[in-house]
């Protein structure tokens, strides 16, 4: 039982270009999440999946889309990376989904730390 | 829109001793969820206790507890006997009630150092 994995654990892009952040979770989750954390900050959601099929904006969703591939599987691409976007990424899951109930407690993968220069 | 507020942007504490860290939330909601996080050196984001606001009773996990003040919506975590693995960022953080939002709120945190 993994829990939340993230690949990659690092990547440096050049402005302009894309790349797909990948998140699995392996626990049967129904909601997944997309946070950024910048220093000095608390991480802020960028798009979260309530139930497979389904995506909604966070806070910060500019510059970002996201693709709920099944259940286990959650993307984030930058299709054109900004230095601004140099951050921290977490994705993160939960049992609750449209259902509700009480799983609310959220589970977070390792991170990647993004640079773009 | 909810807001979390951690006012101690670091701390230290002593070895073996005990520390409190201080939250305060916003909100106009009176069912929610309050949750402490550790990030240590890692950057792993590590679930530490979770209080539920429809409960009086203080959440406790060993060694870490909280003080829960619904009135004064505030959410403090303490750290008894502080160990050295102790030493990361705690982030606060609220979730909105049942059926609603499922989006967790953090504060910006605090970095708690431990000195032998």
């Known amino acids: 039982n993994a829990g939340v994995t993230q690949t990659p654990k690092f990547q440096v892009l050049k402005t302009g270009q894309s790349m797909t952040l990948q998140c699995a979770q392996d626990?049967?989750?129904?909601?997944m999440y997309w946070y950024r954390q910048d220093p000095g900050m608390g991480l802020r959601l960028i798009y979260y999946s309530a139930s497979e099929g389904t995506t909604d904006k966070g806070e910060v969703p500019n510059g970002y889309n996201v693709s709920r591939l099944n259940k286990r599987e959650f993307s984030l691409r930058l299709e054109s990376a900004a230095p601004s976007q140099t951050s921290v990424y977490f994705c993160a899951s939960s049992e609750e989904g449209l259902a509700g109930g009480v799983r609310d407690t959220q589970y977070f993968g390792p991170g990647t730390r993004l640079t773009v220069l | 829109a909810q807001t979390v507020t951690q006012s101690q942007p670091e701390m230290s504490v002593q070895e073996a001793e005990t520390v409190t860290l201080s939250c305060t939330y916003d909100t106009s909601e009176s069912d929610y969820y309050l949750f402490w996080y550790k990030q240590p050196p890692s950057r792993q984001m590590i679930l530490v206790i979770r209080q539920e606001a429809y409960k009086q009773q203080n959440a406790t996990e060993n060694r870490f507890s909280v003080n829960f003040q619904k009135a004064a919506k505030s959410f403090s975590l303490k750290i008894s006997d502080s160990q050295l693995g102790d030493a990361a960022m705690y982030f606060c953080a609220y979730r909105g009630p049942q059926g609603g939002s499922e989006k967790l709120v953090f504060g910006k945190g605090t970095k708690l150092t431990v000195n032998p």
């Open positions: 626990m049967n989750h129904n909601s």
